[in-house]
């Protein structure tokens, strides 16, 4: 069983900062990428930041600049700074497990709201 626990979301102003956190629970093996995605009301849900084999990141254009992304083992953390208020949404965690499994996992989701 794989289970994604996610904390760290909540209210900001915008211009603040927040940390997200994934915790895996469940196998290390395998594992092809770990990553953050949003998805805002109304829209598709779209990448944020992920980390790939040898933990190489690649971000999304529309944060660039604004996210890092880290982890320590199979714990991501999300760092996210000077944040607008288009960037309210539910963030979801995803790992991607290469074979045998082939498969992705998705975490319950953390709200993140940016005051203006």
């Known amino acids: 069983q794989v289970q994604l626990v996610e904390s760290g979301g909540g209210l900001v102003q915008a211009g603040g900062s927040l940390n997200l956190t994934c915790e895996l629970i469940?196998?290390?093996?395998?594992?092809?990428?770990m990553g953050w995605y949003r998805q805002a009301p109304g829209k598709q849900r779209e990448a944020v930041a992920i980390?790939?084999?040898?933990?190489t990141a690649t971000y999304g254009k529309s944060v660039k600049g604004r996210v890092t992304i880290s982890n320590v083992a199979t714990t991501v953390h999300l760092y996210m700074t000077n944040l607008l208020p288009v960037y309210t949404a539910v963030h979801y965690c995803?790992?991607?497990?290469?074979?045998?499994?082939?498969?992705?996992?998705w975490g319950q989701g953390t709200q993140v709201t940016v005051a203006s």
């Open positions: 980390l790939g084999g040898a933990g």
């Open positions: 469940g196998s290390s093996n395998r594992i092809r990428a």
């Open positions: 995803n790992v991607e497990y290469g074979p045998p499994l082939q498969r992705g996992f």
